[in-house]
Structure formats: C-alpha cells, structure tokens
C-alpha cells in the first residue's frame, strides 16, 4: 500500500491536456454557485481562482462557464476545487480578497472555517 503525504480530493476535471472535459448535467454542473479552481498554462505556471457567489453583486459560475474562463486564461490542465461557502482566497500581506459567502454579506468576513487549504508558499 503506498502513502501520500498530500492529497487533493476534488473535482470535475476542467480541462485536461488542453481539451475541457464533458460535464454530467446535474444541478451541481447547472447551478451558478461560488466556485474555486486551480489549473497548469503551457509555461508552467500555476492559477488559483476564485469566483464569488450568492449576492446581488456576484451570481457566480455553472461548471460549463468556469472550465471556459480556465480555457480562456489558456490553462492546460484545470481542476475543480471545493466552492460554495468555503471559496476563500486569503494573500499574506492583504488578508481574504475575495467575498466569500458563508455570512451572506458581500464583505470579506464570510468565510467558512474547514479542515483543508492550498498553501503555496515561495521559496
């Protein structure tokens, strides 16, 4: 049995080798929630997204329009990543950029507490 020291579970894959990927058409895939992504561009870099939801100000995106925008920021391989509530982008030195939902407010103080993060750090 092998052992992982990291693991993502998530999904759909976006986009895969350039192509997006066939989405079931459940109301997961239909509805417009926050949603968060990550993906790989051809030169190697890395794009963590974000989109907000769930107030007048931001309607967020079905799975169909967040594989489109990671095409069109020309990623490769593109990944799906926990969204509703718990999309929260937080950068060191500026604290939660984006409006995460969870309050109901479109402030940056609706952040849910979870178990998991992607954590990139610079060498």
């Not at 051809?42 to 939801?53: A, E, F, P, R, Y």
């Not at 799975?63 to 990944?79: G, Q, S, T």
Request: proline share 2%.
């Amino acid at each position: 049995m092998e052992l992982y020291e990291d693991l993502v579970a998530a999904g759909p894959l976006l986009i895969h080798d350039s192509r997006i990927q066939l989405f079931e058409q459940d109301a997961f895939n239909l509805s417009r929630h926050p949603r968060a992504a990550c993906c790989t561009t051809s030169n190697g870099k890395l794009i963590l997204l974000t989109v907000d939801g769930r107030s007048s100000e931001s309607g967020g995106m079905t799975i169909d329009e967040l594989a489109l925008l990671m095409k069109d920021l020309n990623c490769v391989n593109a990944l799906n990543l926990d969204g509703g509530g718990s999309t929260t982008m937080w950068i060191k030195g500026k604290g939660v950029v984006n409006h995460p939902s969870d309050n109901g407010k479109f402030d940056h103080e609706g952040a849910r507490a979870v178990a998991n993060a992607i954590i990139v750090k610079q060498n």
